[in-house]
Every structure is written in structure tokens, then in C-alpha cells.
């Protein structure tokens, strides 16, 4: 639609808040819905304060959401619990795929066609499970689930800026794989501006990227995990929806059903997005030994990391 609404399930939250106002903020988008299962009548008057033409609603408790989704051009989905000192993402699993699955049963009857952009972790498990429930609804959606993947770019992005001191703006980095520890692959090879990295330079910055995640986790010792950076990562790749939804064409790094890997139905690389959501899968590209190494390596596990959020729904 010319008039982009977008809804955003777990807007309370810690990421849901600042997510909430950096898409207030976005000119590309004319409606914000709210939902969550308490406060979002504080947030979204708080929010509904700002001078900038995007209108915001409030939706509370699981008997709005149906109202809160429908019309929606675009769905981002915080909603979960976030992890703790010690948890991985993957010891979310049981709450926030059970969150996940219910938030997708409604948008499949309500927003059956929009784009649905997925931060609830463990993101390489929450994908599929999105996928599959829109499936048992009669919905084929593989082309329009994203797992955001956006804050390793963003992360690889700030790192590879801060040691080669090069202008932040304009520093691109991919990052392909999946959403958690080794299933992150930074593919600095292909950084641009073209940069020499040393083997040394390579063999810190990959784990600080797989494992950055958890550096936010530890320093906030107990309070939970990445809100506001993730609130920012969310935001650019919901934008990045919303211009495609208009008719732009959006070339984004995102973790989608892709056939780019083989012996993996999930896999995240560049992908260009447009009105019908993914419209090509723009692959691995050229990487070095060391980094198909990674790819190598981080394919078992995504596997399993799948293969637990399809049995989550199949059974
Ligand atoms: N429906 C809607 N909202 C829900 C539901 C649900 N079924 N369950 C929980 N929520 C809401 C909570 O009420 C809360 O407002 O989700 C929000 C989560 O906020 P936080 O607990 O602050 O967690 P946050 O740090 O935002 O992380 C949320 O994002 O990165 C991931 O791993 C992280 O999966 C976690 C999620």
C-alpha cells in the first residue's frame, strides 16, 4: 500500500520501545501498531507525542491482536524473553517458540500477505517455525519470513570501522549463516571498501562478531540481552520492508528459505527484496578457504537448529 502500516508485536519491551520510536521516526511508514500483552497504551501515548506524521495505536492482551495485525503491510515480532548470563539462544527455545507460533496462527488468518520480520530468538528456529505455521493455515509465506540478521551486519559494520578506521556510513560488511555462535558468518573478503584484513586481524574480529551478542549479555549481567542496538538493527531492516512494499528494490543480507547452501532450507546471504518479498537469492559469492571453512561448519548446526523448530510445529 502507498500507506505502510506496520505492526509491532512485543512492543513493550526492551527492544520494542526504542524499536517503536525509531519507527515512529521513519517517513516511510503512515501507521504504527502496537501490541503487547501489557503497557502499550503508555508507550504508544508516549510515542504518539512525537511531531512526525506516523499515527500511532495502542493494542493490549491477545484479544486485540487480531485488529493490531490486520491491514498490516509489515509485522516485526520482539516478542519473547531474552536470554540471561550463561543461556544461549537456543536455551529460549520452549517460551519463545510457543510465543512465536501463537503470534503467527493470528497474523496468518489476519495478515496472511504481509512481510514478517522475526527478532525473537533463537531466530534460525523461529524462522522455520513461522514458516510452518503459516503453512498449516493455508498460507505460503517462505518468501515473506525474515529472520533480522541485520544487527551482525551492523555489529561486523562497527568493528571493521573502529580497527581499520574507515567512515562507519559507508563500511559494508556481510554477514551470512544463521542468527547464533557459529552459524554467524562474517565474510570480510567481500567488505567494501575493499580492505586487507591480516590473519591475525581475522582470526579476533570473526569470534568478536559470532559472539558480540553475547559481550551485551555479560556486560549487563543479568538485565537481559542487546536491546538498543537491536532496536536499531530492526528498524533499518523494517524500513528496508516498508521501501519494498512501495516498490523498491532492497538488496539486504536476511535468514530466509533459501537453496544458496546445500543440505539447508534456511540460510541467510544478500537477498533482493521487493513487493512479494523475496525475489532472489543472491547467494554465498566468492569466499575464502577460511570462510567456507565457517560455512562449512556452521551447516550441521543450523540443521539441527532447523530441523528443532519444524518438529516444534510438525511434531
Ligand atoms: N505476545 C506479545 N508480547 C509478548 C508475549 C506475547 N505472547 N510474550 C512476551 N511478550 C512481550 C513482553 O510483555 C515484553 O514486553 O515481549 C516483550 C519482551 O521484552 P523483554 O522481556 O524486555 O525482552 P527483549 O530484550 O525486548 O527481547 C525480546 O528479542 O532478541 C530477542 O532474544 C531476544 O527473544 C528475545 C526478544
Redesign the pocket.
Known amino acids: 500500500s502507498s500507506k505502510p502500516k506496520v505492526a509491532l508485536?512485543?512492543?513493550?519491551?526492551?527492544?520494542?520501545?526504542p524499536l517503536g520510536l525509531l519507527l515512529k521516526q521513519d517517513p516511510h511508514i503512515a501507521n504504527l501498531a502496537l501490541?503487547?500483552?501489557?503497557?502499550t497504551p503508555g508507550v504508544a501515548a508516549d510515542l504518539s507525542h512525537i511531531d512526525s506524521n506516523c499515527r500511532v495505536k495502542a493494542y493490549t492482551g491477545?484479544k486485540e491482536?487480531t485488529a493490531c495485525v490486520e491491514g498490516a503491510d509489515v509485522v516485526v515480532i520482539?516478542?519473547?524473553?531474552?536470554?540471561k548470563p550463561g543461556m544461549t539462544?537456543d536455551d529460549?527455545f520452549n517460551?519463545?517458540a510457543?510465543?512465536v507460533r501463537?503470534?503467527i496462527e493470528v497474523v496468518a488468518k489476519s495478515a496472511p500477505k504481509a512481510m514478517i520480520a522475526i527478532?525473537?530468538?533463537?531466530?534460525n528456529s523461529?524462522v522455520p517455525i513461522a514458516v510452518e505455521v503459516m503453512k498449516n493455515n493455508g498460507v505460503d509465506a517462505k518468501k515473506r519470513v525474515f529472520g533480522v540478521t541485520t544487527?551482525d551486519v551492523v555489529r561486523a559494520q562497527a568493528f571493521v570501522s573502529e580497527l581499520k578506521g574507515t567512515d562507519a556510513a559507508k563500511t559494508v560488511v556481510p554477514v551470512i549463516g544463521g542468527h547464533a555462535g557459529i552459524t554467524i558468518i562474517p565474510v570480510l573478503s567481500q567488505a567494501e571498501p575493499s580492505l586487507k584484513f591480516s590473519e591475525d586481524e581475522i582470526k579476533k574480529l570473526t569470534p568478536r562478531i559470532q559472539d558480540a551478542?553475547t559481550e551485551v549479555v555479560n556486560a549487563k549481567a543479568g538485565a537481559?540481552?542487546?536491546?538498543l542496538s537491536?532496536a536499531l538493527a530492526g528498524a533499518r531492516f523494517a524500513n528496508f520492508l516498508v521501501r519494498a512494499v512501495k516498490g523498491e528494490k532492497i538488496e539486504a543480507c536476511s535468514f530466509v528459505a533459501s537453496d544458496a547452501v546445500k543440505g539447508v532450507e534456511y540460510f541467510s546471504t544478500k537477498v533482493q527484496i521487493g513487493q512479494s518479498g523475496v525475489e532472489k537469492v543472491l547467494g554465498v559469492g566468492k569466499v575464502t578457504a577460511f570462510e567456507q571453512g565457517l560455512i562449512d561448519a556452521a551447516v550441521p548446526q543450523l540443521q539441527k537448529e532447523i530441523a528443532k523448530g519444524v518438529k516444534f510445529i510438525k511434531g
Open positions: 508485536l512485543g512492543a513493550s519491551g526492551g527492544i520494542g520501545q501490541y503487547d500483552l501489557v503497557g491477545a491482536l520482539p516478542a519473547g524473553v531474552p536470554r539462544r529460549l517460551t519463545n510457543g510465543i501463537d503470534l527478532i525473537t530468538n533463537p531466530v523461529t544487527l551478542g537481559g540481552s542487546a536491546t537491536m
